[in-house]
């Protein structure tokens, strides 16, 4: 079991890595004076779908135990995170500050360890 997370881990060091190098390559380069400036937002954006796909390979690694509480917690933190980020539509309307889409995966996140505190407090 711990050559299959020692393969995840590196595969997972390397998409962030990546992605790392591909904010400050866009970053770095001068992105007014370039004609295909658009098609830079691509080079982070790549290593988000290897890193995802590394993500759904670890999963798919685990017994089955373990991969249920791992997708009823993923389950939970995506219908709450929804809900969270259209009731705050209500909120912004009422005078509430803007809401910056970087909150969004803070927010997930935090329902993910709740979702994955509960999952597995109910099965183990």
Known sequence: M???IKKHLLRMALGFV????GLVALN?????RLPHRYWLVLL???PTVYLATTIIGCVSGLDEM???IATEAMAFSGLATG???FSYLFLRDMGAPEFRPEW???ILCVYYWIGLFFSWRRYL
Not at 18 to 21: F, G, K, V
């Open 2 to 4: 711990k050559a299959p």
């Open 18 to 21: 990546t992605y790392a190098l």
């Open 28 to 32: 770095a380069w001068d992105a007014e």
């Open 44 to 46: 982070p954006g790549l």
């Open 66 to 68: 373990r991969r249920k």
């Open 83 to 85: 809900f969270t980020c």
């Open 104 to 106: 969004a995966l803070y």
